[in-house]
């Protein structure tokens, strides 16, 4: 029954709201919640499930980062402004602007869309750039793995599409942000609709190995307990874990799909108290069974890029077989679960507010993005902190097929026109951006989705000039404007050359008429036009320009070829 389902989500959020009351207004969310369910109400989700289950499961996912309320409050609204009569006006109103900011922004990301283009990294850097915000990430990969663990109720036909992106955009994202375990999920949710074969495959090897390690690693955990507890180390969890299958199939294309090379199918996992008792942990684990000589990773000393903290060892376990062992504090466990919203939080509750120079050094590439002044002070709160000003000078806007398009900011629809396509900007009439028609000089920001009208043989305007940001355009709107009054194509290509014509002539009626043809016909203007009387003839002085002076001997010709011209000679002026 459905109405139970959403009971049972209901009571897991209250659940760890409850459990973090010192983050978490109870009152605020559940505000938020009665909100999304009544815009929501009647609305199902493609599996026939009421609509609220996704944004509540979004939430869940959300609470567990133990951010803030108004980030939790934005994943239950999170769909509101997209898919409900609900406004964004309203969310501001009743939630206050914070709320209303990172649902917009989740909206706006929505818009973002890949279809597999070569520039990726540029793209998830855009992606950052036009969330603003760390936390609209968050709600927005929140978002993600609830639309993966349902995509099987998506036509067949966007499956594909939303699974690639997932993987190729939104995994990444999470694994640079050490949120490990979700991009894990997110991974191994699309890897069966990105490559069904591989997938297929890797099932079939693996099911049986999986089981078996698992069966044999679970027989070694009492035996590791026992010898850990009478060292006297405080064990807070002790399990066996199997590798995310993507990530066990990016190893076996390393290792040429041995999987006899592959120790860490399923690990052992220590999470202990302290630093001190995982190194403790280590030297007990290795005097019970031998370690593998080179194979001991310390990323408590030297963490993982992504903020990844743990000590890895491969050893013989009984009967030879190799086993990895995985041994992390609780606090690092949480780590890779809660990714950089875990570094916030410890920082927060020790200081008050987070700094923008305590964000730890494992996060440098956030820090990059931020472009964060070393020398500033910055003392605003951590929230602050998050916003990305990344690109500070450059805005990303949104074709209505969601490509993003990066420009320099104050770009107006005609900058936008012309980075489309030259033709798309010269016949540019009228632009809607979000679905209003705004005037062609208007602002755009980053994350609007930019719709152009064009009206075919128009042609750009000289006001364009005045507003356009883009040096492209501005050229592309004076070439136009060029050959809109009639000059030839590239008029500074070609220097045009003065050239004098002297015609001798025995007089006759319509003689002039005739010359002036030949050039009238050629299309040359003739610029300078005299007579003068030497010995017996009139002799005819004329100028024109000419871009090609080759053209100078044609002429010359045609008028020699006049009846009663007697003589024609030419001379190219000095420019
Ligand atoms: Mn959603």
């Known amino acids: 029954m459905p109405e139970g389902n959403i009971e049972k989500l209901l009571n897991e959020l209250e659940r760890i709201i409850s459990e ?35 944004p509540l499961r979004s939430a869940i996912t959300v609470a567990n980062f133990k951010i803030d309320t108004p980030t939790l409050q934005a994943a239950l609204l999170h769909d509101v402004v997209e898919d409900t009569p609900c406004s964004l006006e309203k969310i501001k109103e009743e939630f206050g602007e914070d709320v209303a900011f990172l649902v917009n922004g989740v909206t706006k990301l929505g818009h973002v869309k890949y279809r ?48 690639l992106e997932t993987l190729d955009l939104y995994a990444p994202i999470a694994h640079r942000l050490g949120i490990g375990e979700l991009a894990g999920e997110l991974e191994d949710l699309a890897f069966p609709y990105v490559y069904p074969k591989e997938y297929k495959w890797l099932i079939e090897n693996v099911k049986e190995r999986y089981e078996e390690r698992k069966r044999y690693l679970e027989s070694l955990l009492p035996i590791l307990e026992k010898a850990l507890k009478e060292a006297g180390i405080n064990i807070y969890s002790i399990h066996s874990r199997a590798k995310h299958y993507y990530s066990l199939y990016k190893k076996l294309l390393r290792k040429d799909m041995n999987l006899e090379t592959i120790y860490d199918l399923v690990a052992l996992r220590v999470i202990v108290e302290s630093i001190e008792e995982c190194y403790a942990a280590l030297g007990i684990v290795h005097s019970i069974w031998k370690p593998l000589p080179g194979r001991i990773k310390d990323y408590i000393a030297l963490p993982k890029p992504n903020g990844y ?18 041994i992390r504090t609780k606090e690092m466990h949480e780590e890779a679960e809660r990714g950089i919203a875990a570094h916030w939080h410890y920082t927060e509750t020790k200081t008050g507010k987070m700094r923008a120079q305590d964000i730890p050094k494992e996060f440098a ?61 010269n016949q540019c009439s009228g632009a809607r951006v979000n679905g209003q028609i705004v005037p062609l000089n208007y602002r755009l920001n980053s994350g609007d989705v930019v719709e152009i009208l064009i009206q075919k043989n128009k042609m750009p305007s000289q006001d364009w000039l005045e507003f356009v940001k883009t040096s492209f355009a501005k050229n592309k709107i004076r070439e136009a404007l060029k050959k809109k009054m009639g000059l030839s194509k590239k008029p500074s290509e070609k220097k045009e050359q003065e050239v004098q014509f002297r015609i001798t002539v025995k007089d006759r009626v319509g003689l002039i008429q005739d010359i002036s043809k030949v050039f009238a016909s050629a299309k040359i203007n003739i610029n300078d036009f005299t007579t003068e009387t030497r010995g017996d003839y009139p002799v005819i002085a004329l100028s024109c320009k000419l871009k090609d002076p080759q053209k100078a001997n044609e002429l010359a010709l045609k008028i020699r070829s006049i009846k009663n011209v007697e003589a024609v000679s030419f001379k190219l002026k000095a420019p």
């Open 116 to 163: 597999g283009v070569e520039e990726v990294e540029n793209l998830r850097r855009m992606m950052l750039a036009v969330a603003e915000d760390i936390r609209v990430i968050l709600v927005k990969l929140a978002d993600r793995l609830d639309n993966m663990r349902t995509l099987n109720a998506v036509p067949q036909e966007k499956q594909h599409r939303i699974a």
């Open 309 to 326: 903290r743990s000590i890895h060892t491969t050893v013989f376990g009984p009967g030879g077989k190799i086993i990895e062992v995985q």
């Open 365 to 425: 590439w956030v820090k990059q993005l931020q472009r964060w002044q070393e020398e500033h002070q910055i003392t605003s709160e951590f929230i602050d902190s998050l916003k990305i000003d990344f690109f500070k000078d450059r805005i990303f806007v949104i074709t209505p097929k969601g490509d993003v398009i990066d420009l320099p900011e104050g770009s107006t629809p005609v900058d936008f026109a012309y980075q489309i396509h030259t033709q798309i900007g």
């Open 20 to 54: 973090n009351s010192d983050r978490y207004d109870k009152e605020a969310v559940k505000l938020a919640f009665l909100r999304a369910e009544k815009c929501h109400r009647g609305q199902k989700r493609k599996s026939g499930e009421p609509y609220i289950a996704h």
